[in-house]
């Protein structure tokens, strides 16, 4: 089995770094849409301040989502066939990073606008709540508890013969 060198395995992981953005670009388009044409819904002349408070903040970080997302693309196509791909991974590490943290803020925001006119102002909060851990758990929480996951397989693997 061959090594990969430096440069294919920049180019693997920018890959797998686009195959990972489209998923989320996706989802945050989605909800961007959907929160774009809320306003112009029967029934938003009802809302509360505080829920169009919420509503600006689910907004917002649905539009800084999609832009942070997105961003990869532009900057690939200023950086491309200059051979910095270590920056371009570097670069949308971050952003789709920083994409994921506004998109939790913006569905978690999302929900407490709708539970909140639709349900008592508690039982939305909790639910929000119980939304973001939901999120945090499997966005952060799993994914980071088990970055060595493997590791241990490796080890086995390599004891036994093949």
Same mark, same amino acid.
């Given at each position: 089995?061959?090594?990969?060198?430096? *440069?294919?395995?920049?180019?693997?992981?920018?890959?797998?770094?686009?195959?990972?953005?489209?998923?989320?670009?996706?989802?945050?388009?989605?909800?961007?849409?959907?929160?774009?044409?809320?306003?112009?819904? &029967?029934?938003?002349?009802? /809302?509360?301040?505080?829920?169009?408070?919420?509503?600006?903040? %689910?907004?917002? !970080? !649905?539009?800084? !989502? /999609? &832009?942070?997302?997105?961003?990869?693309?532009?900057? @690939?196509? %200023?950086?491309?066939?200059?051979?910095? *791909?270590?920056?371009?991974? =570097?670069?949308? @590490?971050?952003?789709?990073?920083?994409?994921?943290?506004?998109?939790?803020?913006?569905?978690?925001?999302?929900?407490?606008?709708?539970?909140?006119?639709?349900?008592?102002?508690?039982?939305?909060?909790?639910?929000?709540?119980?939304?973001?851990?939901?999120?945090?758990?499997?966005?952060?929480?799993?994914?980071?508890?088990? =970055?060595?996951?493997?590791?241990?397989?490796?080890?086995?693997?390599?004891?036994?013969?093949?």
């Amino acid at each position: 089995m061959s090594k990969e060198t430096e *440069k294919q395995r920049w180019q693997r992981n920018f890959a797998d770094l686009l195959q990972e953005l489209r998923v989320a670009q996706t989802g945050v388009q989605i909800l961007f849409a959907f929160l774009l044409t809320l306003p112009f819904s &029967a029934g938003f002349d009802r /809302t509360t301040d505080f829920q169009r408070d919420v509503y600006i903040v %689910a907004l917002l !970080a !649905a539009a800084g !989502a /999609t &832009a942070m997302i997105i961003s990869p693309v532009a900057f @690939h196509r %200023a950086l491309f066939r200059q051979g910095r *791909k270590p920056e371009l991974v =570097r670069f949308a @590490h971050r952003m789709a990073s920083g994409g994921l943290v506004l998109m939790l803020v913006s569905m978690v925001s999302a929900v407490m606008l709708v539970t909140d006119f639709v349900l008592p102002w508690w039982v939305a909060l909790l639910l929000s709540g119980i939304t973001g851990v939901w999120f945090l758990t499997f966005w952060a929480v799993l994914p980071f508890s088990r =970055r060595n996951w493997g590791d241990d397989d490796l080890d086995d693997d390599e004891d036994t013969p093949t």
